[in-house]
């Protein structure tokens, strides 16, 4: 019975070895492209460069630019867009898009970033031929403005760095 525990004892701590390892992942704070957005990423990230479509306008015209790691085998888009709302519209905009993404079973929380400041989580998963991303809506307001930045990554993000988006999410800082 002893040798059995032990052997478990051994398989199990295997098993947990590569998570625990990947655990400490070290961040760093970057300053997101001609937005006045910082974010904390693991060591390594950086924004794509220019001629590989690094920040562009989106099919909603919204401006996203793309992180990615150094092998360039993970990436991360960031989308920043400042809505013609007010502050006190923030709760109904969130409802709204509780509404129609509801064949994505979304999931709101509230939190807070940055010295308190109020915001809603929106998280979702979508599925493109073998990838499946895990999506990250903020909804946030600067000023008496409403902002959402979106972030999009492949469960590989998760998986590699043992980061997850709202982790990475809470850490952004707005530069008012």
Same mark, same amino acid.
């Given at each position: 019975?002893?040798?059995?525990?032990?052997?478990?004892?051994?398989?199990?701590?295997?098993?947990?070895?590569?998570?625990?390892?990947?655990?400490?992942?070290?961040?760093?704070?970057?300053?997101?492209?001609?937005?006045?957005?910082?974010?904390?990423?693991?060591?390594?990230?950086?924004?794509?460069?220019?001629?590989?479509?690094?920040?562009?306008?989106?099919?909603?015209?919204?401006?996203?630019?793309?992180?990615?790691?150094?092998?360039?085998? &993970?990436? /991360?888009?960031?989308? @920043?867009?400042?809505?013609? %709302?007010?502050?006190?519209?923030?709760?109904?905009?969130? #409802? =709204? +898009?509780?509404?129609?993404?509801?064949?994505?079973?979304?999931?709101?929380?509230?939190?807070?970033?940055?010295?308190?400041?109020?915001?809603?989580?929106?998280?979702?998963?979508?599925?493109?031929?073998?990838?499946?991303?895990?999506?990250?809506?903020?909804?946030?307001?600067?000023?008496?403005? &409403?902002? /959402?930045?979106?972030? @999009?990554?492949?469960?590989? %993000?998760?998986?590699?760095?043992?980061?997850?988006?709202? #982790? =990475? +999410?809470?850490?952004?800082?707005?530069?008012?």
């Amino acid at each position: 019975m002893r040798k059995i525990i032990l052997g478990l004892s051994f398989y199990l701590v295997t098993l947990l070895l590569p998570f625990t390892t990947h655990a400490a992942t070290p961040l760093e704070r970057i300053a997101i492209p001609d937005t006045d957005i910082s974010i904390e990423m693991p060591v390594g990230f950086a924004t794509k460069k220019e001629n590989v479509r690094g920040s562009s306008t989106g099919a909603t015209g919204s401006q996203y630019v793309v992180l990615e790691n150094k092998a360039r085998t &993970v990436s /991360v888009s960031v989308a @920043n867009d400042k809505l013609g %709302l007010k502050k006190s519209q923030m709760d109904a905009y969130k #409802d =709204l +898009l509780l509404n129609n993404l509801r064949a994505n079973s979304p999931q709101a929380k509230a939190v807070q970033l940055d010295e308190g400041r109020p915001a809603w989580f929106i998280s979702f998963r979508t599925r493109h031929d073998d990838y499946h991303f895990n999506n990250v809506i903020l909804i946030t307001s600067v000023g008496n403005a &409403v902002r /959402v930045i979106t972030f @999009n990554g492949t469960d590989k %993000l998760s998986q590699q760095y043992n980061v997850s988006a709202t #982790d =990475l +999410l809470l850490s952004i800082k707005f530069n008012e």
